[in-house]
Structure formats: C-alpha cells, structure tokens
Nanobody, 127 residues
Framework: QVQLVESGGGLVQAGGSLSVSCAAS????????MGWFRQAPGKEREFVAA????????YYADSVKGRFTISRDNAKNTVYLQMNSLKPEDTAVYYC????????????????????WGQGTQVTVSS
C-alpha cells in the first residue's frame, strides 16, 4: 500500500505563485508515474501534470503548460508542483496520484490509471 499526503496550497492573488507537495510513504518502490489532478466545484477531476520514470519525463495539460512545473525528489519520495502566473480558473482542490502501471503520453490523463490518491489540498486564486 502507498499513502500520499499533499501539503501547501492556500490563497493567492492572480498572477502569483504557489507550490504544493506530495509525500509518498509505504511501498513506494516502482511507483511511477506520479501525477497531479485538480477538481473545481461542479466540474470533473482533470489531469494537470505527470512525471514518469527514472529520467523524469514530464507531461502537462495544455491549460497549465508554461506556467506549472512538476518535479520529483526520489530521495524524499516527494513530488512537487510549482504553479506560477496563477489564474482564477486554476482554483480547485489539487490531488496527488500514483500508479504502478507504466504509461506515457495521453494515457497519463486518465484517472483510472492511478492506484493511489491523496486527500487533496485547496488552491484558491483571487482576481
């Protein structure tokens, strides 16, 4: 079993920056990919970013490309999401997710790929 705990998040003005972290514990061996999803009120959960493999290949949703950066610290079993140039439409609960199924490209966008989920952390961007 794997446990994922998010931290960070909070309230920021539009144009600002925020970082969220996801610490993994338990049977973390061979966990990959790891990703971030978000869910705004009244909307479905959507893919934000993922990081894959020992080389750390990264993938982003078009809506966040160029503004968000996903990274990983393998020694700490932690994945980060740095969010810059935030917009009010980025407001959502952000969830960390992890999978034991190798995947690349658009396969990373599907919720069903991921076996483990964190509890979520709120990110609110004011206009």
């Amino acid at each position: 079993q794997v446990q994922l705990v998010e931290s960070g998040g909070g309230l920021v003005q539009a144009g600002g920056s925020l970082s969220v972290s996801c610490a993994a514990s338990g049977r973390t061996f061979s966990i990959s990919p790891m990703g971030w999803f978000r869910q705004a009120p009244g909307k479905e959960r959507e893919f934000v970013a993922a990081i894959v493999g020992s080389n750390g290949y990264t993938y982003y949703a078009d809506s966040v490309k160029g503004r968000f950066t996903i990274s990983r610290d393998n020694a700490k079993n932690t994945v980060y999401l740095q969010m810059n140039s935030l917009k009010p439409e980025d407001t959502a609960v952000y969830y960390c997710a992890a999978s034991r199924t190798p995947a690349f490209g658009t396969a990373l966008y599907g919720l069903n790929l991921y076996h483990y989920w964190g509890q979520g952390t709120q990110v609110t961007v004011s206009s």
